[in-house]
């Protein structure tokens, strides 16, 4: 297993449940009916995203030969985990139109679950 792949996928889940309940309670004031949409989407995929986090850092046991794949893959999901949500975390609280940003998380996501895929038909178990 990949420790840090672990710890970054538990970590930024934790945040997408204190993110979550801010936005639900303290931070309701500053949402308008538009902005509760994206704000619940950056949510969504960022823990979705911090879960495949955590099952890129099960798949090293898994698949030891394939390290390198995995951590592209890794390091994919986390890249689009601060582009996407991310930007839907700026757009929501500051207003700020973030352009391709967004989108760019969102092809980083594909990659990343794509790699992942490609390291489990590529690798040979360790059972």
């Known amino acids: 297993m990949n420790k840090n792949f672990f710890i970054?996928?538990?970590?930024l889940a934790g945040l997408a449940v204190a993110t979550g309940a801010y936005g639900a309670h303290g931070g309701a004031e500053y949402l308008t009916d538009e902005t509760s949409i994206t704000f619940g989407?950056?949510?969504?995929?960022?823990?979705?995203?911090?879960?495949?986090?955590?099952?890129?850092a099960l798949a090293f046991a898994q698949?030891?030969?394939?390290?390198?794949?995995?951590?592209?893959?890794?390091?994919s999901l986390?890249?689009?985990?601060?582009l996407f949500s991310g930007s839907l975390y700026i757009i929501v609280f500051?207003?700020?139109?973030?352009?391709?940003v967004t989108p760019l998380?969102?092809?980083?996501?594909?990659?990343g679950w794509f790699l992942l895929a490609y390291?489990?038909?590529?690798?040979k178990s360790q059972n």
């Open 78 to 82: 986390l890249a689009g985990i601060i």
């Open 63 to 75: 698949w030891p030969d394939q390290k390198k794949i995995l951590n592209y893959a890794g390091y």
């Open 41 to 56: 989407k950056a949510i969504r995929y960022q823990m979705h995203h911090a879960l495949a986090l955590l099952a890129v």
């Open 8 to 11: 970054l996928g538990s970590i």
């Open 94 to 100: 500051a207003d700020i139109k973030m352009g391709y």
């Open 119 to 123: 390291a489990g038909w590529k690798g």
């Open 105 to 111: 998380g969102g092809i980083l996501f594909v990659v």
